[in-house]
C-alpha cells in the first residue's frame, strides 16, 4: 500500500514540476524598442521618425533599415 502511495505522490511531483517551472519564466515583451542614429516624435499623432541604423524589435522580430 505505501509503495502506491510513493509512486503517487512521485507522479504528482513529475506532473507538477514542469508547471510550477513555467510560471517562473518572464512574460514576453509587448513594448515595441526602436533603436537609430535620428529619432523624433509628433507626439499629436504618436508617429515616430528614425534615420540612419535603425533597428525596431517587438516580440521577438526584428525590423532593420537605413
Known amino acids: 500500500m505505501m509503495r502506491i502511495y510513493y509512486l503517487l505522490v512521485f507522479y504528482i511531483i513529475c506532473c507538477l514540476a514542469p ?4 510560471s517562473e519564466l518572464p512574460l514576453p515583451d509587448e513594448n515595441i524598442h526602436i533603436n537609430a542614429d535620428r529619432m523624433s516624435q509628433v507626439t499629436s499623432d504618436g508617429v515616430y521618425t528614425a534615420e540612419g541604423n ?3 524589435l517587438k516580440q521577438g522580430m526584428k525590423l532593420v533599415a537605413d
Open 54 to 56: 535603425v533597428v525596431v
Open 19 to 22: 508547471a510550477a517551472r513555467a
